[in-house]
């Protein structure tokens, strides 16, 4: 299914990979949930050679990013919360928003900076062959 997005930031950003290629990996590993690496991003590309880190502090700007995905997160939860549990105290929704907030910290943190990639690179389907 997703590879009919092939071409898409979409594509990009739900396969982790490199938004001018769309081929070569993005993160060193592919599990978000991977504590010890889930951070860690290879430097370039390894399909097209497109160097993912353009300046020092290039990826500051994925904090506005990821702080629009925590919101967006926050308010999935506490709309289930609603639909499942409607007489719930204020106690449930800080609870269940804060811990799945800390739960869904890795997947944003991704996300965040992949969107910001998408964001200033467009898809270049003649990238690979420039590279060669």
């Not at 300046?55 to 500051?60: I, L, N």
């Not at 700007?61 to 990821?66: E, I, L, R, T």
């Not at 943190?109 to 389907?125: A, E, T, V």
């Amino acid at each position: 299914m997703l590879a009919k997005l092939k071409g898409t930031r979409l594509y990009s950003i739900l396969n982790n990979k490199c938004p001018r290629c769309h081929e070569g990996d993005f993160y060193i590993t592919k599990h978000p949930y991977q504590i010890h690496n889930f951070g860690k991003n290879h430097e370039h590309c390894s399909a097209c050679g497109y160097k993912f880190d353009k300046e020092p502090g290039y990826f500051y700007g994925a904090m506005y990013v990821s702080y629009a995905l925590t919101v967006a997160f926050s308010v999935a939860i506490a709309v289930a919360i609603v639909v499942l549990f409607p007489s719930s105290g204020y106690k449930v929704y800080m609870i269940s928003i804060l811990l799945g907030l800390v739960v869904l910290m890795p997947l944003s943190f991704r996300l965040s900076r992949l969107i910001w990639m998408n964001l200033f690179q467009h898809y270049d389907k003649d990238a690979l062959e420039t590279k060669k």
